[in-house]
Nanobody, 128 residues
């Protein structure tokens, strides 16, 4: 079992920046693919970004590509999401997620059901 604790949410004006962080409790953090998802009011949860076990591979939703950057620090058991040029449509609850992954190879995970553990979510608000 892995516990994920998020921080860094808040309100920021359009065009501004915000950095979200997620701390994992387990000693096997480096064995997990990590991802960020978000859920806006009245909408389904959607994929935002993912990063491979060692951090060498990243992938982003088209809606955030070029604006958001996912990173991880396996020594500190943390994953972060740097969000720049924020837009009102980025307003959502953002969730950190972890997926069990094989020791060899890289598989990009963009679907909610591919992840095994989830954080509590943190609110990001970008007023229009």
């Amino acid at each position: 079992q892995v516990q994920l604790v998020e921080s860094g949410g808040g309100s920021v004006q359009a065009g501004g920046s915000l950095r979200l962080s997620c701390a994992a409790s387990g000693r096997t953090f480096s064995s997990y693919t990590m991802g960020w998802f978000r859920q806006a009011p009245g909408k389904e949860r959607e994929f935002v970004a993912t990063i491979s076990r060692g951090g060498g591979t990243t992938y982003y939703a088209d809606s955030v590509k070029g604006r958001f950057t996912i990173s991880r620090d396996n020594a500190k058991n943390t994953v972060s999401l740097q969000m720049n040029s924020l837009k009102p449509e980025d307003t959502a609850v953002y969730y950190c997620a972890a997926a069990r992954s094989p020791l060899l190879g890289v598989v990009v995970k963009t679907k909610e059901d591919e992840y095994d553990y989830w954080g509590q979510g943190t609110q990001v608000t970008v007023p229009s």
